[in-house]
């Protein structure tokens, strides 16, 4: 009987170490409505918050979220923002409502939200979060008719190399990891309960007619699209700054290789010598010689996450040219009628 108990207790322990991967974002529809307003009440301040939720499964479902205070830059934000975090947790708790932190979520202006930064957090929120997973919302996208909600995590092979600090050439070659496998983009399902959808259905065809509906009528896009050209532009001048560290580099390596060379060929030489005058041959490798000391290769994240960047512009580019196109003939056709 106790080893049955015991191996049924080793079966529960390799069944949660063997979760299933994460298949969707599961979000009710007023933490969505809180992000929005949060993210747009504060626009073009970047924001961030907490998302509160149950991890079931392959699903991870967000009921519930709160933002995190502005502070200036003088105030201690770590301390503050911890002490805030377990207050509001506390509150929640109290009240009945779900406080177990699944991730966060944050504001971005036109998809500029791959830096450091965000997989520093990543990695932090790892620490006690298993499965945690980040909110992006662009409110200057949202204008334009979209809403620009993503959800994002880091993936597992990507993070075993940075926690390791092995993103290298040799290493990225090793995991066939390229910039594109840095973020994996989780979908989301929006879920409300029963008597939402029943008042949503009933109050949908006395809803008037907005400005967000006018706007998207609007055939000129020039400042949407020249922001994005600016931004893809000031990527690419980071991204030549990048590969000038590179090619410095590379031209220090093959310096030093062409430098122990010829130390090697002048050491065979010697040796030959020695050997012929019956004494012993001296080693073929100095490690006191700074010829032979290793150049540490520089880290290729920046650029991977500034190529993921350009990306993330000329997508934006593609859709809203795209947008601006079919209006153009849409009135193109109309006028002809």
Same mark, same amino acid.
């Given at each position: 009987? =106790?080893?049955?108990?015991?191996?049924?207790?080793?079966?529960?322990?390799?069944?949660?170490?063997?979760?299933?991967p994460?298949r969707?974002?599961?979000?009710?529809?007023?933490?969505?409505?809180?992000?929005?307003?949060?993210? +747009? &009440?504060h626009?073009?301040?970047l924001?961030? *918050?907490?998302?509160?939720?149950?991890?079931? *499964?392959?699903?991870?479902?967000?009921?519930?979220?709160?933002?995190?205070?502005?502070?200036?830059e003088?105030?201690?934000?770590?301390?503050?923002?911890?002490?805030?975090?377990?207050?509001?947790?506390?509150? %929640?708790?109290?009240?009945?409502? &779900?406080?177990n932190?699944?991730g966060?979520?944050?504001?971005?202006?036109?998809?500029?939200?791959?830096?450091?930064?965000?997989?520093?957090?990543?990695?932090?929120?790892?620490?006690?979060?298993?499965?945690?997973?980040?909110?992006?919302?662009?409110?200057?996208?949202?204008?334009?008719?979209?809403?620009?909600?993503?959800?994002?995590?880091?993936s597992?092979?990507?993070?075993?190399?940075?926690?390791?600090?092995?993103?290298?050439?040799? +290493?990225?070659?090793e995991?066939?990891?390229?910039?594109?496998?840095?973020?994996?983009?989780?979908?989301?399902?929006?879920?409300?309960?029963?008597?939402?959808?029943?008042?949503?259905?009933?109050?949908?065809?006395?809803?008037?007619?907005?400005?967000?509906?006018?706007?998207?009528?609007?055939?000129?896009?020039?400042? %949407?699209?020249?922001?994005?050209?600016?931004?893809?532009?000031?990527?690419?001048?980071?991204?030549?700054?990048?590969?000038?560290? !590179?090619?410095?580099?590379?031209? @220090?390596?093959?310096?030093?290789?062409a430098q122990?060379?010829?130390?090697?060929?002048?050491?065979?030489?010697? $040796?030959m010598?020695? +050997?012929?005058?019956?004494?012993?041959?001296?080693?073929?490798?100095?490690?006191?010689?700074?010829? !032979? +000391?290793?150049?540490?290769?520089?880290?290729?994240?920046?650029?991977?996450?500034?190529? @993921?960047?350009i990306? $993330?512009?000329? $997508?934006?580019?593609? *859709?809203?040219?795209?947008?601006?196109l079919?209006?153009?003939?849409?009135?193109? =056709?109309?006028?002809?009628?």
């Amino acid at each position: 009987m =106790a080893n049955t108990m015991a191996k049924s207790f080793l079966q529960v322990a390799a069944t949660e170490e063997a979760a299933p991967p994460l298949r969707v974002i599961q979000m009710e529809g007023v933490a969505i409505l809180k992000i929005i307003k949060h993210c +747009k &009440d504060h626009s073009p301040t970047l924001v961030t *918050g907490q998302l509160l939720g149950l991890d079931v *499964g392959s699903v991870l479902e967000v009921t519930n979220c709160f933002p995190f205070p502005i502070r200036e830059e003088d105030e201690e934000i770590e301390a503050d923002g911890a002490n805030y975090q377990l207050e509001m947790m506390r509150c %929640l708790r109290e009240v009945n409502v &779900d406080n177990n932190t699944v991730g966060w979520y944050q504001s971005t202006l036109l998809g500029s939200f791959q830096t450091v930064e965000l997989i520093e957090t990543f990695m932090n929120y790892q620490e006690n979060i298993r499965r945690c997973v980040c909110i992006i919302y662009d409110p200057s996208r949202s204008d334009q008719g979209v809403l620009a909600l993503k959800a994002l995590k880091l993936s597992d092979s990507f993070m075993e190399l940075y926690r390791n600090n092995n993103i290298t050439g040799e +290493k990225l070659r090793e995991k066939n990891l390229s910039w594109v496998d840095i973020f994996e983009e989780i979908p989301i399902k929006v879920s409300n309960s029963a008597l939402i959808s029943a008042v949503m259905t009933k109050l949908k065809p006395n809803t008037p007619v907005t400005q967000c509906d006018y706007d998207r009528l609007r055939l000129s896009s020039s400042s %949407l699209m020249e922001r994005n050209m600016e931004f893809l532009i000031e990527c690419m001048d980071d991204l030549s700054m990048e590969q000038q560290k !590179f090619q410095f580099y590379y031209r @220090n390596l093959s310096r030093q290789q062409a430098q122990q060379q010829a130390w090697l060929q002048k050491r065979r030489a010697e $040796n030959m010598t020695r +050997k012929a005058a019956g004494e012993d041959p001296l080693p073929e490798e100095d490690p006191t010689n700074h010829i !032979f +000391k290793p150049i540490p290769e520089p880290s290729r994240l920046d650029s991977f996450l500034i190529t @993921n960047q350009i990306a $993330n512009y000329c $997508n934006q580019i593609n *859709g809203v040219s795209g947008q601006s196109l079919n209006k153009l003939y849409l009135m193109k =056709a109309l006028q002809e009628d």
